[in-house]
């Protein structure tokens, strides 16, 4: 992979929100779950189509702290508009496990 410099870095807009509401979303190609996701006031809420349905399921997600790439153009996904990338890493399953903040933080909270 090549090396980026900071101020590349600096563009990526990473945000802490709150998941909302979530549900399945069975019209996906892959196993996913669909996440409305609330990053205060600057932002308001924003959907995201996640393939994490092996780890969790919809009702265990809202309230929860996530990460998620707020400067992305939308993107459609089957019948839903995918606003915000959620960020997680594979686990040694080869399932997607979600990053969150140890500790609770303003929903919107820039990652730094």
């Known amino acids: 992979m090549s090396a980026i410099s900071f101020d590349d870095f600096l563009k990526v807009d990473i945000r802490a929100g709150r998941v909302t509401r979530a ?25 995201s189509s996640a393939q994490i349905p092996a780890l969790y399921a919809p009702e265990a997600l809202v309230g929860r702290q996530v990460m998620a790439v707020v400067n992305f153009p939308p993107r459609q996904i089957g019948p839903f508009m995918s606003e915000v990338l959620v960020l997680g890493v594979t686990d040694a399953q080869g399932h997607i496990s979600l990053l969150s903040p140890d500790h609770d933080v303003p929903s919107g909270s820039r990652m730094h």
């Open 23 to 47: 549900e399945p979303f069975p019209e996906a190609r892959k196993p996913a779950i669909k996440l409305w996701i609330d990053f205060g006031p600057e932002i308001g809420e924003k959907k």
